[in-house]
């Protein structure tokens, strides 16, 4: 049997990659597979959380006891986080948010003959950092960093410009880490300073680990 100490909280959880449309058939997103998120997920569920998985895109499968709310772009998946988030005890952010979408969207296809595309992008809403703005003392957040230089500098920085309890930084660029690999390396950070590197694990394992060091804040 599971440890139960999750009962009683309810989780948001957001993961996946979201797209960001050009034109109908076309768009700007990154190689998330979700894999990440749905492992949070399904431990806080076995740990007797009620869960919600605001989900971009991905092909995987969760359990039904997870309440599944499927979203496209950034902005839709701001809004189903933004419904879920005041009614939540614990957020886990792991969804790659596109940071900028196109400015325009055609209504037909671009072609290829037209001389070269020229795409102008504006920002997108930051889901964790505006619903971080609001957190109240008794909410916890787990946030992510993908990162490619400084892990932990950049970590450390980013778990507090976006009040964060809990930040988990990977190099996307490590293999067996990051984006679409079945295992994560990952540098954790907590708002009471504690910080480990963990070795190459499941991402499973990374997800049930993260949750104890949670329990603990
Ligand atoms: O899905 P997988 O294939 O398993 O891959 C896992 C992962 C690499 C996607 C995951 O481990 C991860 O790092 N997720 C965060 C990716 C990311 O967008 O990091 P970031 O450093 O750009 O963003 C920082 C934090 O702000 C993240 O918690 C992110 O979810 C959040 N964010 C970012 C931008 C935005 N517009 N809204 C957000 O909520």
Redo the contacts with the bound molecule.
Sequence with gaps: VSPQDLAGTRVLV???PTREFFDPVRFWSN???????ASLAVAAWLRGAEVTAVCGPVSLWLPPAIHRISVTT?KEMFEAASDIWPSADIGI???????FSPKSYGATKFKKDSGGLQVEFTA??????TLAASKRTNQRII?????TGDLASLARE?RER?NMDMI?A?N?LTPGA????ST?EVTVIDSNGREETWPTLP?TEVAWRLLDWLSLL
């Design positions: 957001t993961l996946g190689p998330s597979s979700g894999t990440m998120g950034a952010f792991s969804a790659a948010v596109a940071d997108n809403p930051d889901i964790l950092g946030g992510f960093a993908a990162e980013k976006k988990v990977n996307v990051g984006f679409a690999a994560n991402k």
